[in-house]
């Protein structure tokens, strides 16, 4: 309710009470409404104010920022605490309005757009939760830094040149000085040819950060004028010019002779190791060598490619084409100045590309025989390589105990189609899996479950006919391919349980496909195990 007509309305109240002769009444009541009127009037605390931040420092000043930091005010209550910043400032001595520097729960804060050369105030305060704390404050508290202007650098230092040839030479100058301080960042180098009565433009010979620079693809036997500029990344200095500051070399007198024989070892279908007899250079001239190779392709010679350079004599490529020719030329190098080239064509070819290996084929169907308390033979059908590789195969052995499968036993290994296994436990349900290796890939396993049962103590061996289903996987994970010798299909019904042990067995009604000599039918796998059995 609005306070006002509620003080209006207590009053009128009063007054009429008064009239009554109940003026006990009346002072009763407007203590009671003075005292509702005043609860009305407070908002609900949300605790003590904080103390004021403790001590203003300022840091890394610049023109036009800084960054102000304080320490931490404490609050009564154990709240959390964000600090509330505000900076003016003093122009001509006279302090202008505060203005809000940001909000933070951290004791520092950066400020940016500040006035260079200026002072400023500081101002600080913390809040918790909705009450604020009293302002910490910092008069004078820092001044920014003013703007300097930059200057340029001075002039580079006298020119000279050395490591002349007839194509390149090393251009060294004296050090420029920077007042501001910020050092040189790079120099510029121009040369023109000096020609008697003509000026051609100056041309860019390249940069450098320190006082020298080596210019290659000059012209032989030229007179060249020099000129330097340093840059502090801002500003450029003057030019320092120098006219006829050096002449290049005849080219004939440093160039090598051509390299001698070529050679190539180490060919593969991707790779070769190419040789040559060294070449020879001016006096006291280190060589390096230069390689180049070029494809033949239906016997048409494509461009040549570079293949590298070296100071040795010889050079291995890669990245080549498989059975493909190629041809190769060499040349020296003798201080920037190359020789001839030394061609030797149809030099090798790449070895033909090999073929992608791939895994052998499935083993054939698993059988058992000769089965014993402690021995059997396991046999299975060849498998087939599409590469031709040699085959092994790996045979592994668990025991089923009480309807739970135990752990592959190690595998053995075998280059026939057939093994015998001892050392077996008498009385025991075995499954098997076999698969095949070329050596480098092998195949899935296939794997008989239930695959055969040892005999008990000294029994006569298993006789007689017996049909028995080992698996395949199939195409998916979720596909099982069982398997069996064929016979006449029709007299044998395939079946499923959950429960070997027991009586509930179902026929599955499934097409069986005969092929080489085998029968088969693809079952999708569910999520519960399930076994299997042929029956006439």
């Known amino acids: ?38 609860a009305a009037e407070v908002p609900p605390s949300d605790g003590q104010a904080p103390a004021a931040p403790g001590e203003i420092t300022v840091a890394d000043i610049s023109a ?93 230092g006298a020119i000279s040149v050395t490591e002349v040839t007839a194509r390149r030479a090393r251009i060294s100058w004296g050090a420029s000085a920077d007042a501001d301080g910020d050092g040189v960042a790079y120099y510029l180098v121009s040369l023109r040819k000096h020609i008697a009565g003509v000026l051609p433009e100056w041309v860019l010979a390249g940069d450098s950060s320190s006082t020298s620079i ?23 200095s003057d030019w320092r010019a120098q006219e006829s ?17 070529i050679t190539i070892t180490d060919i593969t279908a991707g790779s070769a190791r190419i040789a040559w007899v060294a070449a020879k250079g001016p006096d006291g001239a280190s060589l390096g060598y230069e390689v180049q190779i070029r494809k033949h392709i239906e016997g048409v010679a494509q461009d040549w490619i570079g293949a590298g350079e070296t100071v040795e004599l010889t050079k291995g490529v890669d990245g080549l084409s498989a059975g493909t020719f190629y041809d190769v030329r060499v040349r020296a190098w003798a201080r ?25 084929g499935l083993p054939g169907l698993i059988t058992v025989t000769d089965v014993t308390a402690r021995s059997a033979r396991i046999s299975w059908g060849i498998s087939r390589d599409t590469d031709g590789d040699r085959v092994a195969y790996l045979i592994s ?36 899996r076999v698969r095949a290796s070329d050596g480098k890939l092998a195949s899935d396993w296939v794997t008989k479950e239930h695959g055969f049962r040892t005999l008990a103590g000294e029994d006569a061996p298993v006789t007689g006919e017996k049909t028995e289903v080992q698996f395949e996987r199939g195409f998916s994970n979720s596909e099982l391919v069982l398997a069996w010798p064929s016979g006449a299909a029709q007299e044998f019904v395939l079946e499923e349980t959950d429960d070997p042990a027991g009586t509930n067995w179902t026929k599955v009604e499934v097409p069986i496909q005969t092929v080489n000599g085998v029968n088969k039918v693809s079952l999708p796998l569910g999520g519960t195990a399930r076994f299997f059995r042929l029956r006439k």
């Open 1 to 38: 309710m609005n306070t006002t007509l509620l003080l209006s309305a207590l009053q009128r109240f009063c007054l009429r009470f008064l009239c009554a002769g109940n003026a006990s009444a009346m002072l009763i009541l407007s203590l009671t409404a003075c005292s509702a009127v005043a």
């Open 336 to 360: 920037a100045v190359s020789g001839p080239w030394a061609v030797k064509e149809n030099a090798f070819m790449t070895l033909a590309a090999v073929a992608e290996n791939h895994p052998p």
């Open 245 to 261: 500051v050096f002449k290049t070399l005849t080219e004939a007198s440093l160039a090598p002779t051509a390299p001698g024989e």
């Open 214 to 236: 080596v210019v290659d693809g000059l012209a032989p036997e030229t007179t060249y004028d020099v000129r330097v500029r340093a840059s502090d990344g801002k500003l450029f």
């Open 64 to 156: 036009n920022g800084a960054r102000i930091s304080w320490v931490a005010a404490k609050d009564p209550d154990g709240v959390s605490l964000s600090y509330n910043l505000q900076i003016r400032k003093r122009i001509e001595g006279v302090a202008q309005a505060w203005q809000a520097a940001g909000e933070t729960v951290a004791t520092t804060k950066a400020v940016s757009g500040l006035a260079a050369g200026t002072v400023y105030d500081v101002r600080v305060r913390a809040w918790a939760k909705t009450v604020s704390g009293p302002w910490a404050t910092k008069e004078n508290a820092f001044r920014t830094l003013p703007v300097v202007e930059n200057h340029a650098p001075s002039i580079p």
């Open 397 to 432: 052995l668990r025991k089923r105990v009480e309807g739970v499968a135990l752990e592959w036993m190690t595998a053995k290994d075998t280059s026939a189609t057939s093994i015998v296994w001892e050392q077996l436990s008498p009385a025991t349900l075995y499954e098997v």
